[in-house]
């Protein structure tokens, strides 16, 4: 699991109500990323982070933030939750293997659903 | 933008047969990565194979291969002597060979049901 921890693995929240997601990594990956999972949809990247203090936003970032103070923890915001926000979010990181090849791992995931 | 397509929102096999996933992409790059990654029910994301783009060979892990026809943009997953255990939904996946911080492009997945 490449040393990938997301927390907390489920919520309920309410309308309008900030959420933080947390992904913590634990073997200093430079590159760190959101990915959202939706039923039809696959995964869609939301926002990566290439180092601290260092992200970009992905596919479909509007209505979320991101930071990352530490190398190890890379944190997702939801300012003011929507119940189009409900989905599964998962947290990836990518490896950069001998030879060049780069390989992404991912959390186990966190359902999150806005009523 | 790159898009990654999956035309088999599912298939069904029996126990021990072949199956054959497939997938197809579209990109201006001439170096990229290509994956497949299986989803069981736990939610995990399990990477099952990678292809890069420059290699002719097609990529095999032990009952997993994969047919890549790069001129036809299509990266097919052939699944050998299935078991009740790839049961799963199974994601195509792309990304550019960039050495930064590009993200994955997922297809819509393909639920693959093994029946005994």
């Known amino acids: 699991d490449a040393g990938i921890t997301q927390s907390p693995r489920h919520k309920v929240t309410e309308t309008g109500t900030p959420v933080t997601l947390r992904c913590h990594q634990t073997?200093?990956?430079?590159?760190m990323y959101w990915y959202r999972q939706d039923p039809g949809h696959g995964l869609r990247l939301i926002h990566y982070?290439?180092?601290?203090?260092?992200?970009d936003k992905g596919e479909v970032s509007d209505g979320y933030s991101v930071s990352r103070s530490k190398t190890e923890d890379f944190l997702l915001t939801l300012e003011s939750a929507t119940s189009s926000q409900t989905s599964v979010y998962f947290c990836?990181?990518?490896?950069?293997?001998?030879?060049?090849?780069?390989?992404?791992?991912f959390g186990a995931g966190t359902r999150l659903s806005v009523l | 933008a790159q898009t990654v397509t999956q035309s088999q929102p599912e298939m069904s096999v029996q126990e021990a047969e072949t199956v054959t996933l497939s997938c197809t992409y579209d990109?201006?790059?001439?170096?990229?990565?290509l994956f497949w990654y299986k989803q069981p029910p736990s939610r995990q994301m399990i990477l099952v194979i990678r292809?890069?783009?420059?290699?002719?060979q097609n990529a095999t892990e032990n009952r997993f291969s994969v047919n890549f026809q790069k001129a036809a943009k299509s990266f097919s997953l052939k699944i050998s002597d299935s078991q009740l255990g790839d049961a799963a939904m199974y994601f195509c996946?792309?990304?550019?060979?960039?050495?930064?911080?590009?993200?994955?492009?997922f297809g819509k997945g393909t639920h693959l049901i093994i029946q005994p």
């Open positions: 292809q890069e783009a420059y290699k002719q």
């Open positions: 990836a990181i990518s490896e950069w293997l001998a030879g060049g090849r780069n390989i992404q791992y």
């Open positions: 982070s290439y180092g601290v203090k260092d992200t």
């Open positions: 073997e200093n990956h430079r590159y």
């Open positions: 990109t201006s790059e001439s170096d990229y990565y």
């Open positions: 996946a792309y990304r550019d060979s960039g050495g930064g911080a590009d993200g994955l492009t």
